[in-house]
């Protein structure tokens, strides 16, 4: 089966290793966006625009035309065995299917989907095994090195899902106290999004909480620099009274401190 990566840039792989196969920039674009819009109609009109806006609509459908028969071979010969089937006439295109488990967003997503807290804030084992193996399949940035206007939302919705998801492993093994584990998810989010606050909080408890006091005011040290060179802010009261009741020995893990 024939894998389409899309986290870290675009690429194709069969049987793990990067496939032979070629398919040019712009039909390889076109390919990921209407796999994302899985069994939506997509207007000819539509497509010309976001594809080819430089070029009046005559020309931009015409081109567009051609490439859709290129990716409709290319899906014949590389995607055979999927659900997967490309169906354009006059007016629209869509591709159809129900599983395109082919392609690394939809694994990525899939497993993400599987993350629902219970009560205690703590992931079953079933749902923490999900959403570390969708955690893997996020390997950089969505069609890294591209900047069309659809692939930067996408980008930033993909890595919204991706801290969440950091987030919700870091928060769960805390409610277990593994604080250990717990470090480990916050260390990973802050080293690409290094000014969420929250996330410096909850370092800050896990620390606290694990006997490791001193590295729990070097975090929130840490956390006010940041913020003080990044933003010309202050930590929130909440961060503030945290580390008060750090300092002072006082219980940490209250979501209240």
Not at 71 to 78: A, G, V
Request: proline residues 2%; contains cysteine.
């Amino acid at each position: 089966m024939v894998d389409i990566r899309t986290l870290g840039g675009f690429h194709v792989r069969h049987k793990g290793l990067y496939s032979s196969s070629k398919i040019i920039s712009c039909c390889s674009k076109i390919l990921v966006y209407l796999l994302i819009n899985n069994n939506i109609p997509q207007r000819r009109e539509k497509l010309a625009d976001i594809f080819y806006s430089g070029l009046d609509m005559t020309h931009a459908l015409n081109a567009l035309s051609t490439n859709v028969w290129r990716i409709k071979r290319w899906i014949k010969d590389h995607l055979a065995d999927s659900s997967i089937e490309m169906i354009a006439n006059r007016r629209d295109v869509i591709m159809i299917g129900s599983d395109t488990g082919f392609m690394d967003v939809s694994r990525f997503e899939a497993g993400l989907a599987r993350c629902s807290f219970q009560d205690n804030n703590v992931l079953r084992s079933d749902q923490r095994a999900a959403v570390r193996t969708a955690l893997a399949e996020y390997q950089g940035p969505f069609m890294d090195g591209e900047s069309d206007e659809w692939i930067l939302y996408e980008r930033e919705r993909l890595h919204c899902l991706y801290v969440q998801g950091l987030n919700e492993m870091m928060s769960s093994f805390a409610a277990e106290e593994k604080f250990e584990d717990a470090l480990d998810y916050g260390r990973r989010i802050l080293r690409i999004d290094p000014l969420r606050e929250y996330v410096h909080r909850e370092m800050i408890r896990c620390y606290a909480a694990s006997g490791q006091r001193a590295l729990a005011l070097r975090q929130f040290q840490t956390c006010r620099t940041l913020l003080k060179d990044e933003c010309s802010i202050e930590p929130l009261p909440e961060t503030i009274s945290l580390m008060k009741a750090v300092r002072n020995g006082a219980p940490v893990m209250d979501a209240n401190v």
